[in-house]
RNA sequence: GCCUCAGUAGCUCAGUUGGUUAGAGCGGCGGACUGUUAAUCCGUAGGUCAAAGGUUCGAGCCCUUUCUGAGGCGCCA
């Protein structure tokens, strides 16, 4: 059995003088005598001294950049200024050697997307090792908030035969011969004949069936990967997680309530958990921007940035006054807004930047939103006009949260879902749920990635996800 | 899917109005160095200038197409 001690703990609660061992990937080694060493535990790294008297030419030699060693020996006081404690080695083994005449990475600066292009490397580096630390950290906060609250995670499909809300392309889920698949007589695909007897995608949403989880259970969340086909070429990816909780009993206030509660939560727990990991990604940026004009940089730095967020009241408008705000703004009145105002059209993301960081400068909540341009499921507000919809904005991530209260009458919901050409007869089951038993219920969902990505504050989503999948971007 | 910008050594970049043999730092390799903090110092190798085609006496530089990347937009979570 392998016995070590990691090197995390071993920082935070340094037993001077004993002998310890540890074993991680050399991050730096100086002067033939100083190596530097991660193991992955935490942020900061460990120093050893090795004294080259007591070990071998053959096995000093080896050490280098990312070389996995294992170290031996007393940890004392340093006596360096660089480090609080150090390890005197004793014992030196290489466990694995690294060829540096054709690793990739180097001890220095490396662009993001070479980076991604050597992701079974990439971890590594402090920047990535460190947001997917937090990354983790926001995994286990997100169960852990809706399990001391009396939710249950309910599991809902991956693969399935209904499309949620029209959300997106999908991905087809096949076992027929794609070359000369059955055909109908008309020429059509025959999906009788496939795996599941019906035409199958992989899910765009797990909301529907998790209404079957909350009108039984009461509350309970989806925590899953979703898959989206559409061809983007920035932020949008092919397979994201996104969470979505459910809730028995509840309106849109509650919904909200919940949204705003949720968000400070898993940030809170961030602060709390990952505050070495989230100072050494808010140094990142500020040495990023140091060649920026004042005006690109962001006016306060990361921690700062999750704390405000965390400590003030998120802005909570409707749609229709979102409108008036902006119709009433300089930037409007200038004329610099590239797309129009009309109350009836969605807000688009200039929109959604100014009522963010212009005026309210802090998250906002926009709700009831036109019902024409929102999902069927959500419900009608008695003025005819709008749902009962809401959308958590961000600054520099912006929609980070979509969600509404779900429309329980069932002659409502009917006369919608004929509106907008959805299939009642695919989606009968769904209607039962208010046939039979239906309560008022809301819920969101919430993109994993980007609340991620808004804690961490990296700049491109794909480097908050260990293994990205985007048109033509498949590997590993 | 659309728009803008970019692609030069393993990496990060410079390369003048088109003009001989393509430049640096880092990294690699060889050497020095027992208190370093992106260690330092000496030496050295390393390039089909993204790919294909075109203009020209002559192209890293100009033109066309394709591929790749970055940023923005659309759409969303």
Not at 84 to 90: F, I, R, W
Not at 262 to 281: G, M, R
């Amino acid at each position: 059995m392998i016995v070590r001690q990691e090197i995390k703990p071993l920082l935070e609660q340094p037993p001077l003088g004993e002998e310890v061992t540890v074993m991680g990937w050399v991050r730096a080694w100086r002067g033939n005598r100083f190596m530097v060493l991660n193991d992955g535990s935490g942020a900061e790294n460990l120093q050893v001294v090795v004294d080259q008297d007591k070990f071998s030419e053959e096995t000093l030699r080896q050490i280098g950049f990312h070389t996995c060693v294992s170290v031996r020996g007393q940890l004392t006081e340093s006596q360096g200024s660089g480090q609080s404690v150090e390890v005197m080695a004793d014992r030196l083994e290489i466990l694995g050697g690294n060829d540096l005449s054709s690793y990739p990475l180097q001890p220095k600066k490396q662009t993001m997307a070479f980076l991604r292009d050597n992701a079974q490397f990439r971890m590594r580096t402090n920047t990535f090792s460190s947001v997917f630390r937090v990354r983790h950290g926001v995994a286990y906060a997100v169960n852990k908030y809706f399990h001391d609250r009396g939710y249950y995670y309910l599991h809902t499909p991956i693969i399935t035969g209904n499309d949620a809300e029209g959300a997106g392309e999908m991905f087809r889920v096949s076992t027929l011969d794609p070359v000369n698949p059955p055909q109908n007589e008309d020429g059509s695909v025959d999906y009788d004949q496939d795996f599941f007897g019906k035409a199958t995608n992989l899910t765009v949403s797990g909301q529907l069936q998790a209404e079957i989880g909350a009108l039984a259970l009461g509350k309970v969340y989806t925590f899953g990967p979703t898959f989206r086909a559409e061809n983007s070429n920035t932020s949008r990816q092919a397979e994201f997680w996104m969470i979505e909780p459910e809730i028995a009993f509840a309106d849109l206030d509650n919904d909200m309530n919940l949204a705003e509660d949720f968000v400070k939560y898993l940030i809170n727990f961030c602060l709390e958990h990952y505050q070495d990991d989230l100072e050494f990604l808010d140094q990142r940026i500020q040495d990023t921007e140091k060649n920026m004009r004042a005006a690109d940089r962001r006016p306060m730095g990361l921690v700062d940035t999750l704390k405000f967020v965390v400590a003030n009241d998120f802005a909570r408008v409707t749609y229709t006054e979102a409108l008036d705000i902006l119709l009433r703004s300089k930037t409007y009145k200038k004329g610099k807004f590239e797309f129009p105002l009309e109350w009836g059209t969605d807000l688009q993301a200039e929109h959604e930047r100014y009522l963010v960081e212009k005026h309210f400068e802090r998250p906002v909540i926009v709700r009831d939103y036109p019902k024409d341009i929102k999902a069927f499921y959500m419900r009608q507000n008695d003025d005819g006009k709008t749902v009962a919809a809401m959308d958590v904005l961000f600054p520099y991530i912006g929609e980070v949260i979509g969600g509404s209260q779900r429309e329980e009458r069932e002659d409502r919901l009917r006369q919608r879902m004929q509106e907008m050409d959805v299939h009642t007869d695919e989606l009968a089951w769904y209607l039962q749920l208010r046939t039979f038993g239906g309560c008022p219920h809301a819920g969101f969902g919430l993109g994993f990635e980007r609340i991620v990505q808004f804690i961490t504050g990296m700049g491109n989503i794909r480097d908050v996800i260990p293994f990205p999948r985007a048109p033509r971007l498949a590997d590993f």
